[in-house]
């Protein structure tokens, strides 16, 4: 879908499809910056580096990938990228018969290298097995290229329409799978629940770089803690409605701090 984004168009293609491939998102000088943020971070701070390479996700992943988390408050040009408008917009409609309010689910750099392994179709539901299923979905994935996704370095593969049943429903057949390719600074994005899987990079020297984050319903747990993950000093550098996503909020009466709004908290720091 080209620039300007019909949001009439984008909600159809979430409830038909699953997702939508949103083209020239980002700038080219946007990815690039990001990139080199990300690698300038990782070089001056080599145990985060370690502690990345360690992490749960990062298992997930395998060791032909590199990942890191807390990219808000760590890296400069995240918060502005996340408050992407149309795709923030586009969220917040998505999300709004089962939620009020949104949350961030997580914001995470992933490089897939050359080598990395197919994954197997998976929903990004499997965490939250015991929530509701059904017409409306409980979270959006984002999946960024900040540099081109192509066929051979394994750009996402989707299961256009597999969005259906309980979230332990078997994964369908890979015939049945498309593989999103795409150039720098488009962004896919798709219901948390439609099965999908990284693909296998079979480039000789081409790694995938990746902005993937996320946006949930109010009331489940978020995969990222944010609260623990983004220092309070760090938090009120931020603008209002990053920090509202970040936890810094509350449906209905979920997420109070001392009986009021959880913003109040930061008028200490």
């Known amino acids: 879908m080209t620039r300007p984004y019909d949001p009439a168009e984008v909600d159809a293609a979430f409830r038909d499809e699953g997702a939508v491939v949103l083209s020239g998102a980002y700038s080219r000088e946007e990815c690039e910056t990001y990139v080199e943020q990300v690698r300038t971070y990782l070089a001056d701070n080599p145990d985060e580096k370690e502690y990345a390479d360690g992490s749960l996700l990062a298992q997930f992943q395998g060791d032909t990938s590199q990942t890191m ?4 408050g760590t890296i400069p040009c995240v918060p502005d990228m996340v408050l992407h408008r149309d795709i923030v917009d586009a969220c917040r409609r998505v999300l709004a018969p089962l939620s009020d309010t949104m949350l961030l689910t997580i914001a995470e750099y992933m490089a897939r290298k050359p080598g990395a392994p197919v994954q197997e179709l998976h929903r990004d539901t499997f965490s939250w097995q015991h929530a509701p299923c059904g017409e409306n979905p409980v979270a959006i994935s984002v999946m960024s290229a900040m540099s081109d996704f192509t066929a051979e370095n394994g750009a996402t593969w989707v299961v256009p329409g597999a969005h259906t049943g309980p979230p332990t429903a078997p994964a369908p057949d890979w015939s049945e799978a498309v593989q999103a390719e795409m150039a720098q600074g488009d962004a896919l994005m798709f ?15 081409d790694v995938r770089h990746i902005l993937s984050f996320g946006f949930q319903v109010a009331w489940l747990r978020q995969v990222e803690n944010s609260l623990l993950s983004v220092p309070p000093e760090k938090v009120v550098e931020l603008p209002p409605e990053l920090q509202e996503l970040l936890g810094y ?12 709004h959880p913003r109040n908290a930061l008028q200490q720091v």
Request: proline share 0%.
């Open 191 to 205: 219901r948390a629940d439609l099965f999908h899987a990284g693909g296998a990079n079979n480039s000789a020297s």
């Open 249 to 260: 909020s509350h449906e209905l009466v979920l997420g109070l701090y001392k009986g009021g």
């Open 69 to 72: 988390h807390q990219l808000i």
